[in-house]
């Protein structure tokens, strides 16, 4: 590949490539990620780079999202495998920060959100999407991007980024993703690489069972409970899924909705075994 790629460590070093870049007139896209990169991730590395003349890909396990028994420590790390991936994918630099160099021991100020951030995975993960929006904020000020890339497998971080972007005023257009999934359906995570292999045939059964539930809702059922019932149902027949939530939810207040006489997300959070997977649809289809 012979586009022009670096791995780069200091928040410095990015801001000097982002200002020579504008100085050209360039256009810039950012790609957060937590690395261990897949084809999800490929696929947003992609599309901003169509879309834009320059991109950086940032790679930090940032642990001010996860909670206090969640998963940063065993959280998978390649950076090899990663920096490969990004450059074959045509990006300019990969931000790899420490902990250190991204967040001052005495700091002082973070993002919090209401509302949107208490239902789905907010109700089980209660710093989680503080610790998002913060850091997000971050490398939107570091990077100063056009535009910032976000998957649709996170479909409640990409509603939060979207109101944070707006309510705090950034000019940035975010640019959502679809789901990218190995081909049984599963959708690409890099917590898959937790599941052994039990675990690993069990849960495609995520998919399986949204799937039932957008069959019902293009039928013309308009009940959420129905819905919900039905991706229980499905979910009920693999004894090692265990589900944590399965919401019918409107896209503005993330709110539970009885009807789907507005356009939700259908999401679902369930364990198999000890990893936590997430899976959702829009209905109907953003894109
Ligand atoms: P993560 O590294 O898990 O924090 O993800 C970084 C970004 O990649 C987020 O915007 C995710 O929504 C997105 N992403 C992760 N998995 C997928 C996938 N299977 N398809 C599309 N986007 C994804």
Redesign the pocket.
């Known amino acids: 590949m012979t586009n022009d790629f670096k791995v780069v460590h200091t928040i410095a070093e990015v801001r000097e490539a982002v200002k020579a870049w504008k100085r050209e007139g360039l256009t810039v896209g950012l790609?957060?990620?937590?690395?261990f990169l897949?084809e999800?991730?490929q696929?947003?590395i992609e599309k901003a780079v169509a879309q834009n003349d320059r991109v950086v890909v940032s790679d930090f396990v940032n642990p001010t999202q996860f909670g206090p028994t969640e998963d940063l420590a065993a959280y998978p790390r390649d950076l090899d495998r990663d920096s490969a991936l990004v450059q074959d994918a045509g990006a300019n630099i990969l931000f790899n920060p420490s902990p250190e160099e991204m967040y001052y021991p005495d700091r002082t100020t973070a993002i919090t959100m209401s509302t949107i951030t208490e239902e789905l995975c907010g109700k089980s993960r209660p710093v989680h999407f503080g610790g998002v929006c913060t850091v997000v904020a971050k490398l939107f000020n570091i990077v100063t991007p056009d535009r910032a890339?976000?998957?649709?497998?996170?479909a409640q971080?990409?509603l939060v980024i979207r109101r944070m972007v707006r309510d705090l005023n950034f000019d940035i257009q975010i640019v959502g993703?679809?789901?990218?999934?190995e081909a049984d359906g599963l959708?690409?995570?890099?917590r898959n690489t937790y599941l052994n292999k039990d675990e690993r045939t069990a849960a495609p059964v995520l998919h399986r069972a949204l799937e039932a539930g957008r069959a019902l809702a293009e039928s013309g059922e308009k009940s959420a409970e129905a819905i919900k019932a039905k991706v229980r149902e499905v979910l009920a027949t693999e004894p090692l899924a265990d589900p944590e939530y399965v919401e019918v939810v409107d896209l503005n207040t993330v709110h539970p909705v009885a009807t789907l006489d507005q356009p939700v997300l259908v999401a679902i959070a369930v364990r198999i075994g000890k990893t936590r997977l997430i899976d959702n649809f829009f209905y109907p289809e953003l894109h």
């Open positions: 790609v957060p990620t937590m690395g897949h999800g991730h696929s947003l890339y976000f998957g649709q497998k996170d971080q990409l993703c679809p789901i990218i999934r959708a690409k995570s890099s």
